[in-house]
């Protein structure tokens, strides 16, 4: 959605009424021709294209659901979905191979992040970044946590941010009775200029859908 100068108002995902009830089991989703194993947890993974509206530098949407949850263990073991914000063409990041970042350079973390999982890069997604105060690290419930994602994806082959991600659990879903709106931080380099949100919003609809909305753009330099 855009203002009527053309600038970017909200891009997001809708859940539609229903979509919770009879979602696939672990033995289902293992079972089927798009389940995908990381680690010992399944995932069903879907791409989703983005209309010609939406401003760089967004791509598409990956979108999964996670019956089990996925590592880190302990801390993302819940049923939850994922709606990874791509920067980047599909073709691009499933180009992206596993292994381990040891680190980041500061200027490309986003203000209060850290890599997670020890820095491990997930094959055709990247090394995950979470907020170092994120409530699941400190005997909290894991509701709703917003990542950040890395990879080596540009020409030079240095790691950058290249993608934006709400993760939420459909027990929070299930619970939510009003909009949850919060403010994303950010870093000092960007990939490339474009146009980043500083807040994303998960919301309950009257119809008993929801939709996960990333907002309030700014329009930044590389």
């Known amino acids: 959605m855009t203002t009527s100068s053309g600038e ?3 891009i997001g995902l809708y859940i539609s009424p229903g979509a919770l009830d009879g979602l696939a089991t672990p033995a289902m989703v293992a079972e089927s021709d798009r389940g995908v194993e990381h680690h010992g947890h399944w995932s069903k993974p879907f791409t989703l294209g983005l209309p010609d509206t939406v401003p760089p530098p967004f ?4 979108f999964a659901w996670n019956p089990e949850g996925h590592p880190q263990r302990d801390v993302w073991d819940m049923p939850h979905f994922d709606i990874h914000f791509h920067f980047e063409e599909p073709n691009t990041v ?20 850290r890599l997670a999982d020890g820095g491990s890069i997930v094959p055709q997604m990247g090394a995950h970044l979470v907020p170092s105060d994120a409530p699941e690290f400190s005997d909290g419930a894991f509701t709703n946590t917003l990542m950040w994602g890395a990879a080596a994806v540009g020409d030079d082959n240095a790691y950058e941010l290249h993608f934006v991600e709400p993760m939420v659990t459909t027990d929070y879903l299930r619970s939510l009775d009003e909009v949850d709106r919060r403010p994303i931080a950010h870093p000092e380099v960007y990939p490339t200029a ?3 949100p500083t807040a994303y919003a998960v919301q309950p609809l009257d119809d008993g859908g929801y939709v996960i909305t990333l907002e309030a753009f700014d329009k930044r330099p590389a």
């Open 8 to 10: 970017p108002e909200r």
């Open 194 to 196: 474009g146009w980043y």
């Open 59 to 62: 791509e598409y949407v990956g």
């Open 94 to 113: 499933s180009d992206i191979d596993g292994g381990t970042v040891d680190e980041l350079p500061e200027e490309v973390v986003p203000e209060g992040y």
